[in-house]
């Protein structure tokens, strides 16, 4: 297994802030994972982080709203850009450390903005 | 990626088997079936995956039709720690990881 921290856990936030959401793993991995988890919904894919490149971005998510780091193989962080209450979600990291399709998240950090 | 449907909602009583239905008719012949469950306010855990054989860990069973059309998760001692939404997802071996994470079952586990 991995073991995957998030920081923040919570926040509650102004419309038109942004927030830096952090990933650290506890082993090097080569692709990282944010998801959506929006009220009630299921997990929708916002983007994968390589190290060393750019971030894929999934259709529906473009790197000005949602600005990726990725500076080494344990960490990467997620920007919510110019927040509106839409983005009120869970935003969740991922890796899959073995290439094996099995994901491991981390808790998630819930975001309200008011 | 194929299409999952599961249905929304079970209940199961404590010390009990749980089994947790899953259609995949379109699924292709290289596309395992992945599942995953949510406890309420925490990430996703995987829980098991298989291609045509059933399989088994520690955690639970899986059991996969001869024509790969569906697969049934069994939890076989349920407890009330297992009451969290179980997802279903199918996945190329090959593909991008934007699995098709639908509803999943919301599956209490009642004492």
């Known amino acids: 297994s991995a073991v995957i921290s998030q920081k923040p856990s919570r926040d509650i936030c102004q419309r038109g802030t942004s927030l830096t959401i952090q990933c650290q793993v506890d082993s090097q991995v080569t692709m990282m994972f944010w998801y959506r988890q929006q009220p009630g919904q299921s997990l929708t894919l916002i983007a994968t982080a390589n190290q060393g490149s750019e971030a894929t971005y999934e259709s529906g998510f473009v790197i000005d709203k949602f600005p990726i780091s990725r500076p080494n193989l344990t960490f990467s962080t997620l920007t919510v850009s110019n927040m509106s209450p839409e983005d009120s979600s869970i935003y969740l990291c991922?890796?899959?450390?073995?290439?094996?399709?099995?994901?491991?998240f981390g808790e998630g950090s819930r975001l309200t903005v008011l | 990626d194929a299409k999952t449907t599961q249905p929304p909602s079970m209940d199961c009583a404590e010390g009990r088997a749980a089994n947790l239905p899953c259609n995949h008719s379109?699924?292709?012949?290289?596309?395992?079936v992945y599942w995953y469950r949510q406890i309420h306010s925490q990430g996703p855990q995987y829980i098991i995956h298989?291609?045509?054989?059933?399989e088994t860990n520690e955690m639970a069973s899986l059991i996969i039709t001869e024509d790969r059309k569906s697969s049934t998760l069994i939890l076989p001692h349920a407890t009330l720690r297992d009451t969290a939404v179980y997802y279903c997802i199918a996945r190329g071996a090959y593909s991008n990881y934007q699995l098709i994470w639908g509803a999943g079952t919301k599956l209490i586990i009642k004492p």
């Open positions: 298989g291609l045509k054989n059933n």
């Open positions: 991922s890796v899959d450390r073995e290439n094996t399709g099995e994901l491991f």
């Open positions: 379109t699924i292709s012949g290289n596309e395992y």
